[in-house]
Nanobody, 125 residues
């Protein structure tokens, strides 16, 4: 049984940093991709960052230069380092895993098979 557990969220002031973690059990990071997504109240889910098992990374324009996605294959854990946080980054953040062509159209998270439970990030001004 595949399980993704997201953690690391919290409340910070603007300009602060957080590191989210996504620990996977029953799933190995040797295929496909892992993504981080977020949903703010009243808004649609949006893709934040994606990493392929080969190491290629992609980011939403809104977080480029501030967020970094990485993964530790030995620990089956993905990370999202978030720096220079802004109030507009406030949202529930989810990690998700997918394989194949689903990864190529990742920005809305459609088709991602496995999802973590979400971790709340709140950034105050």
């Amino acid at each position: 049984q595949v399980q993704l557990v997201a953690s690391g969220g919290g409340s910070v002031q603007a300009g602060g940093s957080l590191r989210l973690s996504c620990a996977a059990t029953g799933y190995t990071f040797n295929r496909g991709c892992m993504g981080w997504f977020r949903r703010a109240p009243g808004k649609e889910r949006e893709g934040v960052a994606l990493i392929y098992t080969g190491g290629s990374t992609y980011y939403a324009d809104s977080v480029k230069g501030r967020f970094t996605i990485s993964q530790d294959n030995a620990k089956n854990t993905a990370y999202l380092q978030m720096n220079s946080l802004k109030p507009e980054d406030t949202a529930m953040y989810y990690c998700a895993a997918a394989s194949g062509l689903i990864c190529a159209t990742w920005t809305k998270g459609e088709g991602f098979k496995y999802w973590g439970q979400g971790t709340q990030v709140t950034v105050s001004s």
